[in-house]
């Protein structure tokens, strides 16, 4: 690990409140004055999330909150969704095919979450990104930890941790856990997101935040109309 930071003088460590990232942030603890922290923040963390964050603070001696608005942006561009029809599409609504606007999962988190991220990077010059990435975690990896892009390495400390080791090491030193594992497997980024339908948070919400959950599952019953229709012609 000394050797990789060796080799950078602008270190930034994403931290998104999850459990693989805060992990990452305790291994890292006797390196944190060589590392900014950065987090994204959309503007809809979950209260679980904003509690650990607020511990991550703590010990984090330089730390950066990147912000946008994930809510102002979906007012423009549609609720996010695993399905996309064509008549949610902006030209399908412009010609009258459809009423709901959406927008696919990955577009809404390339544009509030990692596009941000990304330029901030460049802003600030940094020229190491590390983050709690696990290889048991994604089908295919992006890129893997060493590979660089646009003068930007990336390292993966967790890279062959599994699930099971990462709540034992949580546990082990003391790190704040999210509440959201209580209930489900994996954290939540957008407290409304709409997408990502196979993390089933509204699993979450329904025992944690009714509000919410309402909202939620209301925006669900909406699309799947919209859905259904499209399907009517397959």
């Known amino acids: 690990m000394r050797n990789v930071l060796d080799r950078h003088k602008k270190i930034a460590l994403h931290l998104s409140g999850g459990k693989d990232s805060v992990a990452?942030?305790?291994?890292l603890r006797p390196y944190l004055d060589r590392i900014t922290v950065y987090h994204l923040d959309t503007g809809d963390n979950p209260p679980e999330t904003k509690r650990v964050l607020e511990e991550c603070r703590k010990i984090a001696p330089h730390y950066v909150t990147v912000q946008t608005d994930v809510r102002a942006w979906i007012g423009k561009n549609g609720f996010p969704s695993d399905v996309v029809p064509t008549s949610s599409s902006y030209l399908g609504r412009f010609m009258g095919f459809g009423e709901l606007p959406?927008?696919?999962?990955?577009?809404?988190?390339?544009?509030?979450?990692?596009?941000?991220?990304?330029?901030?990077?460049?802003?600030?010059?940094i020229t190491l990104i590390i983050r709690g990435q696990k290889l048991v975690d994604m089908p295919k990896v992006p890129m893997k930890s060493g590979e660089s892009m646009n003068g930007i390495e990336v390292y993966y400390p967790l890279d062959d941790w599994t699930n099971e080791d990462l709540f034992a090491y949580l546990r082990e030193v003391g790190a704040p856990i999210s509440g959201v594992y209580d209930v489900l497997p994996e954290d939540i980024g957008c407290m409304h997101c709409t997408a990502w339908w196979d993390k089933r948070s509204?699993?979450?919400l329904k025992v944690r935040h009714p509000a919410a959950h309402k909202f939620v599952a209301q925006k669900h019953i909406e699309i799947k109309r919209s859905v259904e229709a499209q399907m009517r012609g397959f």
């Open 24 to 27: 990452t942030l305790y291994v």
């Open 102 to 125: 959406l927008s696919d999962r990955f577009s809404c988190c390339w544009q509030n979450i990692m596009l941000p991220m990304y330029e901030r990077m460049v802003a600030d010059g």
């Open 202 to 204: 509204v699993d979450w």
